[in-house]
């Protein structure tokens, strides 16, 4: 079946550890995004990429860094530097084009501790 | 630049009652516009879109839409709800000169027995 994948589901960390949220999707789409929901602020866009090696910050990318090597993966790193990262994290990805849908992952839930 | 508002942050509903969730834009320029459901710690889901052509969209699970232009509208509806759709429902736009998706804050459906 194709999709994407997010990994883990719930995430622990300490203060102050950086850590790496998974996402791949076998739908051969070009366009990965990484968002950031927290309750009753609906998702803020954190990284997108629209070509592998090349992405873009989103509206809030201070604390976070990404990668795209391949196709198939967008991971995702939390530093330290992200001053409140306990969230819930989606992973989506599309067709390249504006005007088509974005699919998306089941999330991670971090916490930081 | 785009926006959405999304006016409702809770509907409470009966079961087998009609609901409508609202969903109004801003954008100076032509829009794409788009639906999703949300389940509980899960990714989101696409339930209907309207790219062009006819204003009156369906969708899955008995949901349809109307794009209204000209009162920058999107508003979601069902005519009998059932206690399966509770969930948080997102509306989102997107453009067609290379801007990504803006989500708004999403409006929690609850269908109550």
């Known amino acids: 079946d194709g999709g994407i994948t997010q990994s883990p589901k719930y995430l622990f960390r300490k203060e102050g550890q950086n850590v790496t949220l998974s996402c791949e999707q076998n739908?051969?789409?070009?366009?990965m995004y990484w968002y950031r929901q927290d309750p009753g602020q609906g998702l803020r866009l954190i990284y997108y990429?629209?070509?592998?090696?090349?992405?873009q910050k989103g509206d809030i990318a201070e604390g976070y860094s990404v990668s795209r090597e391949k196709k198939e993966s967008f991971p995702l790193t939390v530093t330290s530097a992200q001053k409140n990262p306990t969230a819930f994290y989606l992973c989506?990805?599309?067709?390249?084009?504006?005007?088509?849908?974005?699919?998306f992952g089941p999330g991670t839930r971090l916490t930081v501790l | 630049a785009q926006s959405v508002t999304q006016l409702d942050s809770q509907v409470p509903v009966f079961e087998e009652a009609p609901v409508e969730l609202r969903c109004n834009y801003s954008?100076?320029?032509?829009?794409?516009l788009f639906w999703y459901v949300q389940y509980p710690n899960q990714g989101l889901q696409l339930l209907l879109k309207?790219?062009?052509?006819?204003?009156l969209v369906k969708g899955i699970n008995g949901f349809e839409a109307e794009f209204n232009k000209s009162q920058t509208s999107f508003h979601l509806r069902k005519p009998s709800v059932h206690i399966s759709d509770t969930a948080e429902y997102f509306c989102?736009?997107?453009?067609?000169?290379?801007?990504?998706?803006?989500f708004g804050p999403g409006t929690r459906l609850s269908v109550l027995p």
């Open positions: 989506a990805s599309s067709i390249s084009g504006v005007n088509n849908e974005q699919f």
């Open positions: 739908l051969n789409h070009d366009a």
């Open positions: 990429s629209q070509i592998v090696n090349d992405f």
């Open positions: 954008s100076s320029v032509s829009v794409y």
């Open positions: 309207y790219l062009s052509g006819s204003t």
């Open positions: 989102a736009v997107s453009g067609n000169y290379g801007q990504n998706f803006v």
